[in-house]
T-cell receptor
Framework: DTAVSQTPKYLVTQMGNDKSIKCEQN?????MYWYKQDSKKFLKIMFS???????INETVPNRFSPKSPDKAHLNLHINSLELGDSAVYFC?????????????FGSGTQLSVL | AQSVTQLGSHVSVSEGALVLLRCNYS??????LFWYVQYPNQGLQLLLK??????LVKGINGFEAEFKKSETSFHLTKPSAHMSDAAEYFC???????????FGAGTRLFVKA
């Protein structure tokens, strides 16, 4: 009954490969996010979708492409992986409202690019 | 633009001692402020949030935080640390009516026996 689930939990790959991370939430939330956490634990927002519409698109290389087939799913595809892409990627969701709503996080996908 | 600054990347306390984690925010409008906790190999979970209803906010696990507008601060405290409190703590700010939550750099709390 995990609220926000991400797959895979670990992803080890070679430079230059293309990979995807999947996220699903069963909370009925309208908004979903991708965050990147680097080795120093710094969390940076990458993208957000609200009802399948892209609403936040931070300064991220265009090798990263989010896709939201429906409001319960938000996937992240990464092309031509680089060493610097190694990080933990977190999916999160929240209900749409006044803005005081909290984020519900998945358990993260640890990406290691060799 | 809104931002948060957490003072001290690492804080170490003895079990039973007071925990104080510092957070200052910058915002041109009244913000929503949050404290999240991250245990090893897990996602973040909410400890507490400030939404202007009360300046002293109580959260889970005995934590509380006080919003001080004059100091632009939202420091997190717990009277008596427990070993299980050892984790990474993040202060965060959200635009009123917006979608973006911005996190501070995090403070790692160590609890010594």
């Amino acid at each position: 009954d995990t609220a926000v689930s991400q797959t895979p939990k670990y992803l080890v790959t070679q430079m230059g490969n293309d990979k995807s991370i999947k996220c699903e939430q069963n909370l009925g939330h309208d908004t979903m996010y991708w965050y990147k956490q680097d080795s120093k634990k710094f969390l940076k927002i990458m993208f957000s979708y609200n009802n399948k519409e892209l609403i936040i698109n931070e300064t991220v290389p265009n090798r990263f492409s989010p896709k939201s087939p429906d409001k319960a799913h938000l996937n992240l595809h990464i092309n031509s992986l680089e060493l610097g892409d190694s990080a933990v990627y977190f999916c999160a969701s929240s209900p749409q409202g006044t803005g005081m709503e909290k984020l519900f996080f998945g358990s993260g996908t640890q990406l290691s690019v060799l | 633009a809104q931002s948060v600054t957490q003072l001290g990347s690492h804080v170490s306390v003895s079990e039973g001692a007071l925990v104080l984690l510092r957070c200052n925010y910058s915002s041109s409008v009244p913000p929503y402020l949050f404290w999240y906790v991250q245990y090893p190999n897990q996602g973040l979970q909410l400890l507490l949030k400030y939404t202007s209803a009360a300046t002293l906010v109580k959260g889970i696990n005995g934590f509380e935080a006080e919003f001080k507008k004059s100091e632009t601060s939202f420091h997190l405290t717990k009277p008596s640390a427990h070993m299980s409190d050892a984790a990474e703590y993040f202060c965060a700010v959200k635009e009123t009516g917006g979608f973006k939550t911005i996190f501070g750099a995090g403070t790692r709390l160590f609890v010594k026996a």
